[in-house]
């Protein structure tokens, strides 16, 4: 099998990624690990829900112990309005 390097660039606060949550992503100082990255989940959008509800039901069916989702990391960006 064969994957796709995907190269990120940094965005500013007001920027949104456009992730594939289907792309992997591997790090060097990170060995043995694949990562992938969702689009996030915008406050009131229902799409990402399901991209990401798909995604995890497809990888929760994996028969394959390497191809299962083992963790999620969730984050939290909070942002003070006096800040900006």
Do not use: P
Not at 56 to 78: D, N, P, T
Request: one cysteine or more.
């Amino acid at each position: 099998m064969t994957r796709d390097v995907v190269c990120c660039r940094s965005l500013t606060l007001s920027q949104r990624g456009e992730h594939d949550i289907d792309d992997e992503l591997e790090f060097s100082n990170h060995t043995g690990y694949v990562f992938h990255d969702s689009r996030g989940i915008e406050s009131g959008a229902t799409e990402e829900v399901d991209i990401l509800q798909e995604f995890i039901r497809r990888k929760a069916g994996e028969r394959r112990l390497q191809s299962k989702l083992h963790a999620i990391w969730f984050g939290l960006l909070c942002v003070h309005d006096d800040e900006y």
